[in-house]
Nanobody, 127 residues
Framework: QVQLVESGGGLVQAGGSLRLSCAAS????????MGWFRQAPGKEREFVAA????????NYADSVKGRFTISRDNGKNTVYLQMNSLKPEDTAVYYC????????????????????WGQGTQVTVSS
């Protein structure tokens, strides 16, 4: 199973940007669908974005569409989440997740389908 480690979180003012990274090790990264989820204090974990094995198919939560971009570099075993125009409501712990898949273009926003999770990185957006 792949091991995932997030980085890049921090404190930023509203309107600012951050780029999260998730480095994978242990299995063939290119065989994994990758996703980003987040959990704010007192709230359920929610889907943010997902990307297919090839990188050719992506999906976003409506709340981040047009502001966040997910990408991957299979040569570096890393998935990224570029976050622009950040809002205070984006404050949360962000988790990357991976799902081993035979399907080249399949993606999913359902957290229970993912079988590997990182430890999370805190993103705080001040108003």
């Amino acid at each position: 199973q792949v091991q995932l480690v997030e980085s890049g979180g921090g404190l930023v003012q509203a309107g600012g940007s951050l780029r999260l990274s998730c480095a994978a090790s242990g299995r063939t990264f290119s065989g994994y669908i990758m996703g980003w989820f987040r959990q704010a204090p007192g709230k359920e974990r929610e889907f943010v974005a997902a990307i297919s094995r090839s990188g050719g198919n992506t999906n976003y939560a409506d709340s981040v569409k047009g502001r966040f971009t997910i990408s991957r570099d299979n040569g570096k075993n890393t998935v990224y989440l570029q976050m622009n125009s950040l809002k205070p409501e984006d404050t949360a712990v962000y988790y990357c997740a991976g799902k081993l898949s035979d399907a080249y273009y399949y993606i999913t926003n359902r957290g229970f389908e993912y079988d590997a999770w990182g430890q999370g990185t805190q993103v705080t957006v001040s108003s």
